[in-house]
């Protein structure tokens, strides 16, 4: 039983790791909708270059919280803790469906950073976690 509810989470796994790290992808190419509903209406360029730039940063952040989550993953560090495989599961799977709508309604870009606490820092401070928790092993 535990063998086969493994199996099935390491393929799940991967595969909204992937998503998310996807659509995070196709939201720093398309931010500009979402950092023009952030502004007001009377805007300077300065008011947009600096949303904009905090924008390409979280995005960046959450690129690399992913790709440091799949070398932990890959690399066998978390491969088959459940526990971690299941938050890891909820947060990416919420945050691709998270950052879908954001693009689509095109959200302001204050949601933004909701998203990124719970679904790309939690995820990627738990994965440390337990890169720790295997150098204390060693």
């Not at 500009?32 to 270059?49: G, I, K, M, Q």
Request: hydrophobic share 60%.
């Amino acid at each position: 039983m535990v063998k086969s509810f493994n199996n099935r989470l390491v393929p799940t796994r991967f595969l909204t790791l992937i998503a998310h790290f996807t659509i995070a992808v196709v939201a720093l190419w398309a931010k500009d909708e979402n950092v023009r509903a952030s502004l007001p209406v009377d805007y300077t360029p300065t008011d947009f270059s600096a949303k904009s730039n905090e924008m390409t940063v979280g995005l960046s952040l959450a690129i690399a919280f992913i790709a440091l989550e799949l070398i932990g993953f890959l690399s066998g560090v978390s491969f088959f803790m459940s526990f971690l495989s299941l938050i890891s599961i909820a947060a990416h799977s919420s945050a691709a469906v998270l950052l879908a709508h954001f693009l689509f309604d095109v959200w302001n870009c204050e949601v933004y950073w909701w998203i990124f606490a719970f679904c790309s820092a939690l995820p990627a401070i738990l994965e440390v976690g337990a890169f720790v928790k295997l150098l204390q092993q060693l």
